[in-house]
Nanobody
Framework: QVQLVESGGGLVQPGGSLRLSCVISGSFFSRYAMGWYRQAPGKQREMVATITSGRNTNYADSVKGRFTISRDNAKKSVYLQMNSLKPEDTAVYYC?????????WGQGTQVTVSS
């Protein structure tokens, strides 16, 4: 059974930084496309950033230049470095792993940007 566990969320002031981490259990991590998604209250879940097995990355326009996604296959982990945070970045952030027909989600970690 594949499980994803996120960490690193919290309360931060506007302009601050946070680094989210996601560790995945199971085998063949390097084959998975990994992604970070977020859901704010009353809104639909949206893609924040993705990284393929070949380390190609894609970002939502709203976070380009501020967020960076990376992965460490040896540690079976994916990260989201978030800089210059804004109140509108407040949401529950979810880690996703996808390979073929398999699609897995973590439980989410809350990020709150507020003064």
């Amino acid at each position: 059974q594949v499980q994803l566990v996120e960490s690193g969320g919290g309360l931060v002031q506007p302009g601050g930084s946070l680094r989210l981490s996601c560790v995945i259990s199971g085998s063949f991590f390097s084959r998975y496309a990994m992604g970070w998604y977020r859901q704010a209250p009353g809104k639909q879940r949206e893609m924040v950033a993705t990284i393929t097995s070949g380390r190609n990355t894609n970002y939502a326009d709203s976070v380009k230049g501020r967020f960076t996604i990376s992965r460490d296959n040896a540690k079976k982990s994916v990260y989201l470095q978030m800089n210059s945070l804004k109140p509108e970045d407040t949401a529950v952030y979810y880690c996703n792993a996808a390979y073929g027909v398999n699609d897995y989600w973590g439980q989410g970690t809350q990020v709150t940007v507020s003064s």
